[in-house]
Structures are given as C-alpha cells and as structure tokens.
Nanobody, 121 residues
Framework: QVQLVESGGGSVQAGGSLRVSCAAS????????MGWYRQVPGKQRELVSD???????NYADSVKGRATISRDNAKNTVYLQMNSLKPEDTAVYYC???????????????WGHGTQVTVSS
C-alpha cells in the first residue's frame, strides 16, 4: 500500500506565496518522477511541474518563473513553492509519483487526494 499525502494548501491574496508538500509512504521500493498537477471544475487536470529522481525539472508555461519544485529523496517528499500567485492559480493541487513497490515490479502512478489552493484578487 502506497499513500501520497499533501499539505500546505490554503487561501492567499494575489501576489502572495504558498508552499505545498507531498509525502509518499508505505511499501516503496523506488520513486521515479514526482510532480504536481492541478484541476479546476470543468477542466482537465494539468501538469504544473515535475521533478525526476536526479533532479531534472519541468514547468508549465503558466508558472515558469513563479514556481520552484524540489524534492527530498530521503523523506520521499516533493515540494512546490509558488510565488506571485494569481487568481488563475486557484485549483485543487494533486501530487503524483511514479513508484515501484518491489525490485521486480513495474512503475505505477500514484495520486494524492488533493489540496485546495485559493488565490483571491
């Protein structure tokens, strides 16, 4: 059993900052890419940012220059620092991780339950 638990969401005014965290726990052999997605009602879930096990990062154009993703491999945790927040950043933010639960198994996608981020103008 693998769990991803997000924390750090909340409400902030436009221009403010927020950091969300996601800790993976359970039967984990290895973690590959970890990332953050977001979704608003009526729209598809979209990638915000992800980071490989070696530290290579990827950002959506909409957050480039305003977001920084990082991870602590010893803690199986990924962080997303977002600055200069805009009302259009309002969404439920979901953590994602590609995880192997054994040395002979495949990679599987796991998701957190999501954390709400609300940016008011």
């Amino acid at each position: 059993q693998v769990q991803l638990v997000e924390s750090g969401g909340g409400s902030v005014q436009a221009g403010g900052s927020l950091r969300v965290s996601c800790a993976a726990s359970g039967n984990i052999f290895r973690i590959n890419t970890m990332g953050w997605y977001r979704q608003v009602p009526g729209k598809q879930r979209e990638l915000v940012s992800d980071i490989s096990s070696s530290g290579s990062t990827n950002y959506a154009d909409s957050v480039k220059g305003r977001a920084t993703i990082s991870r602590d491999n010893a803690k199986n945790t990924v962080y997303l620092q977002m600055n200069s927040l805009k009302p259009e950043d309002t969404a439920v933010y979901y953590c994602n991780a590609q995880i192997r639960t054994s040395g002979v198994g495949g990679w599987y996608d796991y998701w957190g339950h999501g954390t709400q981020v609300t940016v008011s103008s």
